[in-house]
């Protein structure tokens, strides 16, 4: 029996969020389903390729979906044993098991509940499992580029993880945080994921992927800049922090980063970075979120209780999902709880 169900959660909005569901017991149509899926070959193994205790020949699917479009959060609940050759230049999946047994060749064993990444195979993955529930990240590589603090024309032609696993202990842990908090983020809205919010969630995940595991955008030198004679950036103008305020500004509502306003200033992100410490004491990034907390007032200053806004749907609407760090943001810019402006 085979069985699929799609229910968009903000079918207006091109940064929406959907949420898919799969189940199959075929082991034809779970190959099918995982190759489209993960834009991947997927092939069941013999026995014999396929190891002690695997289900082979017998594969039994569900699969359950979170698509934030340049990423996905996948939960897997796999029994059998699978080739699995993903495309490189497509996305990199990150998998970590919940419970069960697993094991990849190459790799490690997933039954160990440390997060794998697939980027580094150079042959098809060997994947065993039993009664396993895996989750899997898939992130696309455009979504990698834009995420990583170097300009997209210097950047390595093909993007490639250089290791199947995290640096190091604290690494798999902030890994395994940041994934649970991901999907809190886009399970908790019980009606809509702001764009913005949806936007902001997929830059996290893949930050902390470069972060975690290593890979080639890692570490590059970064472009020189031109020095003026004191040795700071020439750039770093006081007419480049002019133009990427008002780009801001005008743009604080949409899905930007610290790419799209260097560019829109006319200089390098690092230049950039000099510009707002040399002449705003801040950050391009810090000035991008007191923005849009100031949005966030404004809109709670507007806003009507009475009609059901929250300081939480109003908090996301700016791309904020942690209340408490807007609480507390907004306390410190303001001088009182959300809550009191919401009401006054």
């Known amino acids: ?127 065993a499992a039993r009664s396993a529930v895996l989750e899997v990240t898939a992130l696309t590589v455009p979504l990698l580029r834009r995420t990583a603090p170097y300009p997209l024309d210097r950047q390595p032609v093909h993007v490639r993880f250089t290791s199947a696993e995290a640096g190091d202990a604290e690494g798999e842990r902030l890994w395994r945080s940041t994934c649970a908090y991901a999907r809190s983020v886009l399970l908790t809205t019980t009606t809509a994921v ?64 610290l790419g799209h306003v260097a560019a829109a200033a006319h200089v390098t992100p690092r230049a950039l970075q000099y510009a707002f410490r040399r002449h705003a004491g801040t950050t391009p990034l810090a000035h991008l979120r007191a923005v849009r907390l100031e949005r966030a007032h404004q809109e709670l200053l507007a806003a009507e209780p009475s009609l059901g806004a929250t300081v939480t749907a109003v908090a996301a609407r700016w791309g904020f999902a942690h209340m408490g760090r807007f609480a507390a943001a907004y306390r410190g810019a303001y001088g009182v709880h959300p809550s009191v402006t919401l009401h006054a």
């Open 194 to 257: 702001p764009p913005l919010l949806v936007a902001e969630t997929g830059r996290m995940l893949a930050a902390v992927a470069l972060a975690v595991f290593p890979n080639n955008l890692t570490g590059l030198p970064y472009p020189a800049d031109g020095l003026d004679a004191d040795g700071l950036d020439a750039d770093a103008t006081p007419d480049a922090l002019r133009r990427a305020m008002v780009f801001i500004e005008e743009n604080a509502h949409a899905d930007i980063g």
């Open 1 to 127: 029996m085979t069985t699929a169900r799609t229910s968009p959660a903000h079918p207006s909005s091109p940064l929406q969020v959907t949420r898919q569901s799969f189940a199959t017991r075929d082991t034809a149509t779970a190959c099918a389903f995982l190759s489209v899926a993960y834009a991947c070959r997927v092939a069941p193994l013999p026995e014999a390729a396929a190891g002690a205790g695997a289900l082979a020949g017998a594969v039994a699917l569900r699969h359950g979906r979170l698509d934030g479009g340049a990423y996905q959060l996948d939960e897997v609940a796999l029994d059998g044993a699978l080739a699995v050759e993903p495309d490189l230049d497509h996305q990199v999946l990150i998998v970590q098991a919940r419970r069960g047994e697993a094991a990849t060749t190459p790799g490690c064993p997933l039954d160990s509940g440390r997060p794998f990444v697939t980027a580094p195979a150079t042959a098809p993955h060997r994947l």
